[in-house]
């Protein structure tokens, strides 16, 4: 049974920094790495919204709202994924959730594309 475990969230000032961690267990090793994954925030009221996403080769994508602040990465060996945030505004408040989806070459940048989901951890920047 595959399992995600986010990690990391808190409460910051705006400017501040955090690093979100997403433990993944139930893959062989291996077939983690061809993992495709992904980093999702849902904010209250909103619809869930794509943050950063990484594939099996390590290529990253992000949403613009975040890009040049946040990066993505993940680990094969400790089959951790990980979205280092700085510079945190206001509206990056939300419950980040990370997903995963396999066997797959290009992530995919919707909700939709993965089958595979955290819990949540939250995020909350203060002005």
């Known amino acids: 049974q595959v399992l995600l475990v986010e990690s990391g969230g808190g409460s910051v000032q705006a400017g501040g920094s955090l690093r979100l961690s997403c433990a993944a267990s139930g893959y062989a090793g291996y077939t983690y790495a061809r993992y495709c994954m992904g980093w999702f925030r849902q904010a209250p009221g909103k619809e869930r919204e794509g943050v950063a996403f990484i594939d099996r080769s390590q290529s990253t994508s992000y949403a613009e709202s975040v890009k040049g602040r946040f990066t993505i990465s993940k680990d094969n060996a400790k089959n951790t994924l990980y979205l280092q945030m700085n510079s945190l505004k206001p509206e990056d408040t939300a419950m980040y959730h990370c997903?995963?989806?396999?066997?797959?070459?290009?992530?995919?940048?919707?909700?939709?594309?993965?089958?595979?989901w955290g819990q949540g951890t939250q995020v909350t920047v203060s002005s």
């Open positions: 997903a995963a989806v396999g066997l797959c070459n290009k992530a995919p940048v919707v909700a939709t594309g993965y089958n595979r």
